[in-house]
Structures are given as structure tokens and as C-alpha cells.
């Protein structure tokens, strides 16, 4: 009786979605053909956008059971919240998948609000909104049937690493499918960067980018995108239109540019960066063609929402984080 | 125990013409609001705008920036890079809701001590009135986080 010969375990991992929209997931599918390389390795133990599985399967599973959990989307609920700490502890590696995850992404952008004055707008006063009656979602709601819970809604976007130790981040709204695959193929290496790092590219998006920049720009307005035809070979900042490129981590291709898009800043700061919003607001505003107050402020003041153009995927993780809410937040 | 509010005002100032005007003011007896804290920067084109986001969050009520007057930048065009910056910054920290009369850019030369004095003790005034900023109190959350600090 010899003994029993075993396959190689493959690694297990789970992938999980918080606050976000569901592209993290499609970035996966996104890699075609090759997300057969992935199950041919690994065993995809949790994936709610594509297949059925039951909180409850999450607590059989021991402490560290999953090899790495690919966690997508920010955390601004108390089931977002209940989630991280659940598959933190059930998972030995913790990736923050995505910009959502990363810096809080798009809807960490809901820091410059609170809860109560969402829900003001969201069940009170926005164009599509009939709600005589004043209902706002409660946690306990009390039934003939019995009690009925949903989460609690917190005044705060977090991103993954404000709620539970995370051990490396994949930039992206959404990773490009080149992204994932680097990642996954570290992963399934084992060539793995130090805790803490980001895996991809450490160079801005204008380093891939191949629009040509001249050595001493100015820009002589800024506009938005459907304002002006763009030249397809010149830099857009140039042009100007916003374009977060210098301040934005690479990664991806410098897509948005390439389809005459301006980048919107998604791979987030670059390494070593203080304050992404600063680094940016510093790279398209000094440049601009004035030398006296007034001509600089009225062509800066055509760039009509710093904060939002700035901070558009990284305001829960920026020096800042939010408005106050004694402030009008 | 209450004690009335002193703002704490950072003055981020070029090494050629603020910082020698607060010199000359000093070496001329003249008396200013001892609420500056002054930072040295060789220009002001270094003032990278996140010093001043900093200044805010590590507790500064005000932040003042000052620098050469325009045309007079010891490295010829310094300055004009934070005449652009400027008026981005102050729409940006108007949106986190910081009042604008808490920070504030004003050209100093040399020559110009007195209104190195003027100008420190407004901007006190300003923002006494104002009261203490306060930010890590005021933007502070429930902290989520049971086993790790972030940042």
C-alpha cells in the first residue's frame, strides 16, 4: 500500500466585490482565453458576479483556507466592512483590485458628502425621485413576516487598506487585462514585489505615452473634451485638455490618450507621490500661458472643478480625504 | 480649562525677498503677530501645492505663501508658476470648505517689511475671526480599522 500520489494544489483563490460596478469583474473575463490558464491553476473558490455562492460557504472555510482574494470595489457599508475583515482573516494575501479598492475610486468621490445628505438628495430631491412620504432606508424594519435587515450606510468611502491590512495593490478603473495577467502571473510565480507594493509599472502614463510633448509647453486655455477637435499627434495637455497623465501611474497603455481621450488619473499616484491632487494641479497649472494675476486667473478658472478633475479615484486615500461635515460635507 | 484661540499660521516664503523682508522687519524693531510660523523655501515656485494641504491637515489655521514680486524672481519666472497655481489651489481648498481668508498669496520684496507686518498681522485678524480650523478633528471618522493604521 503506497502512498497516495497528490496532485499539486492548486491555489485558491476568491475574488470578492464591495462598493464598485462590477467592471473589476468584467476586467477578469477580459483576459479571454487566458482566464482558462487561471482555472487551469487555480481553483476560483469565490466569484459572486459569476457563480452562486452563499455567505455561509465563506465561514466553513478555515482561517487562511484562501490563497489570495482578489477584493474589489471601496468599502462604505457595514456588509462591505463585515466582508473585508471575513475574507482577510480566511485569506493568507489581500489584493485591493482596482482603483474602488486602491484609493476609494469613483464613488469615494461621495466624501465630499455624508450620509445624511445623500440620502437628501438620493430619496428627496433629485428629478426622478417620488417619495412623498419621506422613506429612507432603515436597518431594522419590522414586518408581519418578521425583522428585516439590510446594511448600514456609512458617512464615509473607504478604500480597502483604511479597514484591513492589505498586502498589494492593482491599480486600475478598470486593470486593463495586461494588468491582471501581470498580477496574476506574480501571483501564480510567486515572484512576488515587497508587502505594500503596487504590482505594475512605476513610470507615469506620459512615459508610454506616444503623443509628442514639446520642451517648454504652455497652454493657452483649458477646455473640455467635446469643446475642441483634438490633434491626434500632439499632446493633450498641451491642448488643454485636463489630462492627468503626468501625475498618473502607468500601466495602461496610456489607452485614453490614445483614443484621444484625456487620462482622468485611474492607476492612481505614482510611487513616492505626497498628494496625487497636488501633483497634478501643479503639472497643468503652472504651465499655463500667463504672466500676470488676472490672465491666470481667468484662464485657470476655466479648469471649473479642481477637486473632482483631481482627486476623481483618489479622494479617500488623498491628504485631505473629505469635506468635513461641519463644513458642508 | 479655556484659553482664548491662537491661529497657527504657516508662512512658506522665498529665501530672496519674504524671508529677508521679515528680516528686515525684524532687524528694524518692527513688532508682528508671533502667531507665523515661517518655512524657508528657496522660491516660491517650490511651494508644492501639497505643503500647503499638508500645512491644513497637520493643523495649520492658515497658510500664507509668499514670494517676489512678479518680473523680480531671482530664477527669472519662479513665481509666475505659482501666480498660475494659485488660483486652481484656491478654488480646490474652497471645495474641502476651508474659508478662502485662510490662505492667501501676496508678493514681498525685500524693501518691504512693514507690509511683511501688514500682511502677517491681517491675516491673524482673518483667521481669529474664523476660529481654529481643526481639520483632523473636523474631517476625523469612526475608525473601522481594528489591527492597522492606514497611510
Known sequence: MGEERKAPKKLQL????????????????????????????????????????????????????????????????????????????????????????????????????????????????????VNPEGTTPQTHTHVPEGDLHIPEFFDDVYSLAQVIPVEYYVPGCQPTPDSVMTAVNA???????????????????????????????????????????????????????????????????????????????????????????????????????????????????????????????????????RVPKSMGG | MSHEFEPRIVVLCCNWCTYAGADLAGTSRMKYAHNVRLVRVMCSGRVDPAFVLRAFQDGADGVLIAGCHPGDCHYINGNLKTLRRYPALETMVAQFGIE??????????????????????????????LGPLDWKRRAAVVDRNESHTAG
Open chain 1, 14 to 129: 476568491a475574488m470578492y466585490w464591495a462598493a464598485s460596478c462590477g467592471g473589476c469583474d468584467m476586467a477578469v473575463l477580459d483576459v479571454n482565453e487566458k482566464i482558462l490558464d487561471i482555472a487551469a491553476v487555480a481553483d476560483i473558490r469565490l466569484w459572486p458576479i459569476a457563480m452562486d455562492y452563499k455567505y455561509k460557504d465563506i465561514d466553513t472555510w478555515a482561517d487562511g483556507e484562501i490563497d489570495v482574494c482578489l477584493f474589489n470595489g471601496a468599502v462604505r457599508n457595514n456588509e462591505q466592512l463585515h466582508l473585508a475583515r471575513l475574507l482577510r482573516r480566511k485569506s493568507k494575501v489581500m489584493v485591493a483590485f482596482g482603483s474602488c479598492a486602491s484609493f476609494g475610486g469613483i464613488p469615494g468621490l461621495a466624501n465630499l458628502h455624508c450620509k445624511r445628505t445623500i440620502f437628501e438628495a438620493v430619496y428627496g430631491y433629485t428629478a426622478s425621485t
Open chain 1, 187 to 321: 501571483i501564480v510565480s510567486g515572484n512576488l514585489p515587497p508587502v505594500g507594493s503596487t504590482i505594475g509599472i512605476g513610470k507615469s502614463v506620459c512615459d508610454e505615452c506616444k503623443r509628442t510633448k514639446s520642451d517648454k509647453p504652455k497652454i493657452a486655455a483649458f477646455h473640455r473634451p467635446q469643446e475642441i477637435l483634438t490633434d491626434p499627434d500632439k499632446c493633450l495637455l498641451e491642448q488643454g485638455l485636463t489630462c492627468m497623465g503626468s501625475a498618473t501611474r502607468g500601466g495602461c497603455g496610456s489607452l485614453c490618450p490614445s483614443v484621444n481621450m484625456p487620462c482622468r488619473g485611474c492607476y492612481g499616484p505614482l510611487p513616492n507621490s505626497l498628494d496625487v491632487g497636488a501633483d497634478a494641479l501643479s503639472a497643468m497649472t503652472s504651465i499655463v500661458d500667463a504672466a500676470e494675476e488676472g490672465d491666470a486667473r481667468t484662464k485657470v478658472g476655466k479648469l471649473a472643478d479642481p477637486l473632482g478633475t483631481f482627486y476623481r479615484f483618489t479622494l479617500p486615500v488623498s491628504m485631505l480625504r
Open chain 2, 100 to 129: 478662502p481668508d485662510r490662505m492667501r498669496l501676496e508678493w514681498i520684496s525685500a524693501a518691504e517689511g512693514d507690509v511683511f507686518v501688514r500682511v502677517v498681522n491681517e491675516m491673524t485678524e482673518q483667521v481669529r475671526a
